[in-house]
T-cell receptor, first 112, second 115 residues
Framework: DAGITQSPRHKVTETGTPVTLRCHQTENHRYMYWYRQDPGHGLRLIHYSYGVKDTDKGEVSDGYSVSRSKTEDFLLTLESATSSQTSVYFC???????????FGPGTRLTVL | AQSVSQHNHHVILSEAASLELGCNYSYGGTVNLFWYVQYPGQHLQLLLKYFSGDPLVKGIKGFEAEFIKSKFSFNLRKPSVQWSDTAEYFCAVTFTTSGTYKYIFGTGTRLKVLA
């Protein structure tokens, strides 16, 4: 597996507070993705990056922003967390946009 | 809109039973196809993939999948499941359309294997 870490692994926060999740990779993959996983919905793409400072929206991007200042790091920010953003968040990376994705261990976020 | 359907949301089998999980997609062009597995409490990992060539693909842990282009299907099979196969299985399809890349996951099938 690619070296992908996510931090924090667990977080509990209150509604209205900002939250930043970090994804770090050591494989020099060009593409990076943030997904959320919810029961009955599978994986839904939030945002993705196709290079340093190059990002685009996925299907559920409202309320989320991302940044990628270095190849190895991809940050996901919830500007003002809401209870509907309680979920498990997975980061993934890939060499090519239509090839295998390699997933991180996930971050379980609870918004009270 | 393009989509991936996994019609079986929950499957319960006894050990040694045969498994077939369905995956259908809606896109008429060239696709790459994947099955990923997520064991309890773990992240997704690749089980097998198909890009071209022999439509019968063999993956890890005795799994295989068959691409049937005429049916837009990529079903996952295993002749004899084990308790350790208990997991959630996701089908995924990727393709390029109008210059943009699409990577679409199905909603997953939860498999429980009874010892």
């Amino acid at each position: 597996d690619a070296g992908i870490t996510q931090s924090p692994r667990h977080k509990v926060t209150e509604t209205g507070t900002p939250v930043t999740l970090r994804c770090h990779q050591t494989e020099n993959h060009r593409y990076m993705y943030w997904y959320r996983q919810d029961p009955g919905h599978g994986l839904r793409l939030i945002h993705y990056s196709y290079g340093v400072k190059d990002t685009d929206k996925g299907e559920v991007s409202d309320g989320y922003s991302v940044s990628r200042s270095k190849t190895e790091d991809f940050l996901l920010t919830l500007e003002s967390a809401t209870s509907s953003q309680t979920s498990v968040y997975f980061c993934a990376t890939g060499r090519e946009p239509t090839d295998t994705q390699y997933f991180g261990p996930g971050t379980r976020l609870t918004v009270l | 809109a393009q989509s991936v359907s996994q019609h079986n949301h929950h499957v319960i089998l006894s050990e040694a039973a045969s498994l077939e999980l369905g995956c259908n997609y809606s896109y008429g062009g060239t696709v790459n196809l994947f099955w990923y597995v997520q064991y309890p409490g773990q992240h997704l990992q690749l089980l097998l993939k198909y890009f071209s060539g022999d439509p019968l693909v063999k993956g890890i842990k005795g799994f295989e999948a068959e691409f049937i282009k005429s049916k837009f299907s990529f079903n996952l099979r295993k002749p004899s499941v084990q308790w350790s196969d208990t997991a959630e299985y996701f089908c995924a399809v990727t393709f390029t359309t109008s210059g943009t890349y699409k990577y679409i996951f199905g909603t997953g099938t939860r498999l429980k294997v009874l010892a």
